[in-house]
């Protein structure tokens, strides 16, 4: 089970959650998803996985680049990554579940991320943990 995160610096949260390892097609499946939610232009910040730098990702973002754009984070550098704030706030909250199954792991993991989405002021609290100082339009 996967999930890709996107975070806004008002404190909105979009996830989408795979039962796959993240590759390329999850990638772009979850950008055209972000960019109908929360619309155009984004800014893309994420890490140096390699589905993230893959041809066809890169190809993906090249096409279309008015809307998307990339910025990559060091190497290994989750305290600069507010999402992944996100991801240990959700592993804590699950850590004592005991799913029967891949569905209800899955249930569970948009359940306890429907819950982090109620908590904007929390995610803001991301972005300051991650030292960002970061200003959007509404």
């Known amino acids: 089970m996967s999930s890709l995160v996107a975070i806004t610096p008002d404190g909105r949260l ?6 796959t390892s993240v590759t390329s ?8 998803y972000f960019r109908r939610q929360i619309g155009t232009p ?12 893959s041809q ?9 680049a ?10 290994y550098a989750p305290e600069l990554n507010p999402e992944e704030q996100c ?3 959700v592993k804590r909250a699950m850590e004592n579940a005991l799913p029967g199954s ?8 948009r359940l306890e991320f429907a819950r982090l989405q109620r908590r904007p ?7 300051r943990h991650a030292g960002l100082s970061v200003t959007g339009h509404s």
């Open 25 to 32: 097609p999850t990638v772009i499946s979850a950008l055209r």
């Open 42 to 53: 984004l800014l893309v910040v994420w890490d140096r996985l390699n589905a993230h730098q």
């Open 66 to 75: 008015q809307d998307l754009a990339v910025a990559y984070l060091p190497a």
């Open 121 to 127: 002021k929390m995610i803001v609290g991301f972005f």
């Open 14 to 19: 979009y996830a989408r959650h795979f039962r």
């Open 87 to 89: 991801n240990a706030f």
């Open 102 to 109: 891949v569905d209800d792991l899955h249930r569970l993991v």
């Open 56 to 64: 066809l990702t890169t190809a993906f973002i090249a096409a279309h």
